[in-house]
């Protein structure tokens, strides 16, 4: 039993180091989820973009026949720092998308909850 303590203990940093992301530094994948400052009902369309600097990293367009009936996600890989989170909304009757975006810190939680507010000019 000896001889398997260095074994496991190598699986056992192994396993910590891929689920943590090796302390930050490399991108895993986190649960996006995202909230808007309008009634779910009334949208029909997004545009939701993550952004880290000049980075695209994921972009994603859902289209809702019936309204969204829940609040949107979707799966990115992303490291520990700052981001930008955007979101282009349709809504239904209006002849204008509404555009948000908010910053945020990607931590070390497996979900990632975006509450936008109205996007600046």
Do not use: C, N
């Not at 309008?38 to 289209?63: A, C, M, N, P, T």
């Not at 204008?96 to 908010?102: I, L, N, S, V």
């Amino acid at each position: 039993m000896k001889k398997r303590w260095p074994l496991l203990v190598l699986v056992g940093v192994g396993i910590f180091l891929w689920k943590t992301g090796a302390f930050g530094l490399l991108p895993t994948d986190r649960t996006v989820i995202w909230r808007f400052p309008v009634s779910y009902g009334e949208i029909r369309k997004l545009e939701l973009q993550i952004w880290q600097g000049d980075e695209l990293l994921k972009r994603e367009e859902q289209v809702y026949a019936a309204g969204l009936s829940g609040e949107a996600s979707f799966k990115v890989p992303l490291s520990s720092g700052t981001h930008r989170a955007i979101a282009t909304v349709g809504l239904s009757g209006a002849s204008e998308p509404r555009g948000f975006q908010q910053d945020f810190e990607a931590g070390s939680d497996e979900t990632v909850v975006i509450d936008l507010s109205v996007k600046k000019p």
